[in-house]
Nanobody, 121 residues
Framework: QVQLVESGGGLVQPGGSLRLSCAASGSIFSIYDMGWYRQAPGKQRELVAAIISGGSTNYADSVKGRATISRDNVKNTVYLQMNSLKPEDTAVYYC???????????????WGQGTQVTVSS
């Protein structure tokens, strides 16, 4: 059983910063990729940032230059550092991962429970 647990969300003022964390635990052999998505009320869920096993990253245009995704392979944890936050960044942020659970090629794909980020004066 694999679990993804997010933390670090909350209320922040425009222009402020925060760091989200997502810790993966359970039957993990290796991780293909991990990423962050967000969903605002009345909007579709969208990719914010992703990082793959080789270290390559990609970002949504809306956060490029303001967000940095990183990974601690020892802790199986991915981070999302967000700076210069805007009200439009307000959303529920979800952690996502695809990983190998054994040496036979079994994979797991799933989501964390989500953490609320609210950017408001």
């Amino acid at each position: 059983q694999v679990q993804l647990v997010e933390s670090g969300g909350g209320l922040v003022q425009p222009g402020g910063s925060l760091r989200l964390s997502c810790a993966a635990s359970g039957s993990i052999f290796s991780i293909y990729d991990m990423g962050w998505y967000r969903q605002a009320p009345g909007k579709q869920r969208e990719l914010v940032a992703a990082i793959i096993s080789g270290g390559s990253t990609n970002y949504a245009d809306s956060v490029k230059g303001r967000a940095t995704i990183s990974r601690d392979n020892v802790k199986n944890t991915v981070y999302l550092q967000m700076n210069s936050l805007k009200p439009e960044d307000t959303a529920v942020y979800y952690c996502n991962a695809e990983l190998l659970t054994d040496t036979y090629g079994s994979t797991w794909y799933g989501w964390g429970q989500g953490t609320q980020v609210t950017v408001s004066s």
